[in-house]
């Protein structure tokens, strides 16, 4: 089982397990080392435990080769965590099969759906439509997890920022941002909720907080779809545009991602028109191309914060992998298959992005791809040396983006009073919990 062990050796601790224990015989001591490797049905895996002699640890996503469990030598199998899916998860489409499966009528399904996402309730025992015993097998089956709102910081702006606990005690954070005169040119009732895709990251671009403390694991499409479900519950506010910009690397985990956008974008769903949803990445050329192929029209904004790979290097880690050129490139097929404009995100830094070269370059890239370019004055992180530029520099940026042609915006004050950049209420609270318990 040497591969076995060098497989799991650089995983992560925290999630939960399956233990198969093994006995091997004195007299034939290689029958562990000629056992095939498991084979792996998800990514999101990792260790919990230490590995003996004698003893093999999967993740609950991993099934054991068929030689393995029909070996004599395979004693004991013990599942250590809990397997379901919570309903939330599933499409329409997964749920009329399961409707189906339980020999129910197929209008089961809308009254599922109805429940969840129009109504909203929080327990099985909700759907008062549903019979007894088939609200019963429902619990059986699939979990009907929820998300607790830890805290909420209100901005001078309206800006709010909010911290949940997930089933696993893990935080993330949403960010609710009313539209402005500022942003829009004029006034408007519209509200955008920046949502998390992952509990940390692990992609380490240096002026965020989001990856000071690692990546932990992939959120799922319910713990995405819960986080809209919450702010609208909480502020009362209907929600209009969907942007995949807070914590975690969105592309990382597409599966889940896209699967939480055809919850939030089905009429059985959340009902929030494809066009009012963006997806954020650092840079993911493959995936970018993979996102292209998708039939749902939803917008791309590209995080680039650096017009050459020089600067983009000294910030982005990710640019090492796929450099400008590249994810230019990928940016390239993704407009020719989209209807929809991308947009270029870049974060102004004091002495780092913000030269007039920059400004220059950043229009050459904009153009090629017709994008537009949204500029963010960078939101301090305690623990962090960079700054924002000042306004007079903020505004020379802009305006050279502009003289040349460029549909570019400045974003103004939108929760820089409440540390709004993501990942900040997280650190900050995870930090306040250990010094409280220290």
């Known amino acids: 089982m040497a591969n076995i062990k060098r497989y799991f050796i650089a995983l992560n601790p925290r999630w939960p397990l399956r233990r198969y224990k093994t006995q091997s015989s004195r007299h034939n001591p290689q029958v562990r080392e000629s056992r095939p490797p498991a084979k792996l049905i998800s990514r999101d895996?990792?260790?919990?435990?230490?590995?003996?002699?004698?003893?093999?640890?999967?993740?609950?996503?991993?099934?054991?080769?068929?030689r393995l469990l029909a070996s004599a030598n395979a004693v004991t199998f013990v599942v250590a965590t809990n397997t379901k899916i919570d309903i939330k998860s599933l499409q329409f489409q997964e749920l009329e099969v399961k409707v189906r499966e339980f020999g129910e009528p197929l209008y089961r399904a809308r009254q599922i759906a109805d429940w969840l996402y129009q109504k909203r309730i929080q327990s099985f025992d909700e759907m008062t439509d549903?019979?007894?015993?088939?609200?019963?097998?429902?619990?059986?089956?699939?979990?009907?997890?929820?998300?607790d709102i830890v805290r909420v910081l209100g901005s001078r702006d309206t800006t709010r920022k909010f911290l949940f606990r997930l089933s696993d005690d893990s935080l993330i954070e949403a960010v609710l941002i009313p539209a402005s005169p500022a942003l829009y040119g004029s006034r408007s009732d519209r509200r955008t909720l920046c949502v998390s895709t992952q509990v940390g990251c692990a992609y380490g671009c240096k002026f965020c907080a989001s990856g000071l403390e690692g990546f932990s694991r992939n959120l799922k499409p319910n713990e995405i779809v819960d986080q809209i479900i919450a702010v609208e519950r909480e502020s009362g506010e209907k929600i209009d545009n969907i942007v995949f910009m807070g914590m975690g690397e969105p592309l990382a985990n597409f599966e889940h991602v896209m699967g939480a956008i055809r919850i939030i974008n089905a009429p059985s769903g959340l009902g929030i028109g494809a066009r009012r949803i963006t997806v954020s990445t650092s840079g993911l050329a493959p995936q970018i191309r993979k996102l292209a192929d998708e039939p749902l029209q939803i917008r791309l904004a590209i995080s680039l914060h650096g017009?050459?790979?020089?600067?983009?290097?000294?910030?982005?880690?990710?640019?090492?992998r796929y450099n400008i050129e590249t994810l230019l490139s990928a940016c390239d097929y993704y407009t020719s298959r989209k209807k929809q404009r991308l947009t270029f995100e870049y974060i102004l830094i004091a002495s780092v992005n913000d030269s007039d070269e920059q400004a220059r370059l950043l229009a050459r890239h904009a153009k090629r791809l017709s994008a537009k370019v949204n500029?963010?004055?960078?939101?301090?992180?305690?623990?962090?040396?960079?700054?924002?530029?000042?306004?007079?520099?903020?505004?020379?940026?802009?305006?050279?983006?502009?003289?040349?042609?460029?549909?570019?915006?400045?974003?103004?004050?939108?929760?820089?009073?409440?540390?709004?950049?993501?990942?900040?209420?997280?650190?900050?609270?995870k930090r306040e919990m250990l010094t409280a318990s220290s």
Not at 49 to 54: F, H, I, T
Not at 130 to 147: G, M, T, V, Y
Request: hydrophobic share 35%; net charge positive.
């Open 45 to 66: 895996i990792s260790l919990s435990g230490n590995l003996s002699k004698g003893s093999i640890f999967l993740h609950q996503n991993c099934e054991p080769p068929p």
């Open 375 to 429: 500029l963010i004055p960078y939101n301090t992180v305690h623990g962090l040396p960079w700054t924002r530029p000042s306004q007079d520099r903020q505004e020379a940026f802009l305006s050279i983006l502009r003289d040349r042609g460029i549909a570019a915006t400045l974003r103004r004050e939108k929760g820089h009073d409440i540390d709004a950049a993501c990942g900040q209420l997280r650190l900050q609270t």
């Open 307 to 320: 017009a050459t790979d020089e600067v983009r290097d000294q910030i982005m880690p990710i640019n090492r």
């Open 130 to 147: 549903l019979p007894r015993e088939f609200r019963n097998r429902l619990a059986e089956q699939f979990d009907f997890s929820k998300i």
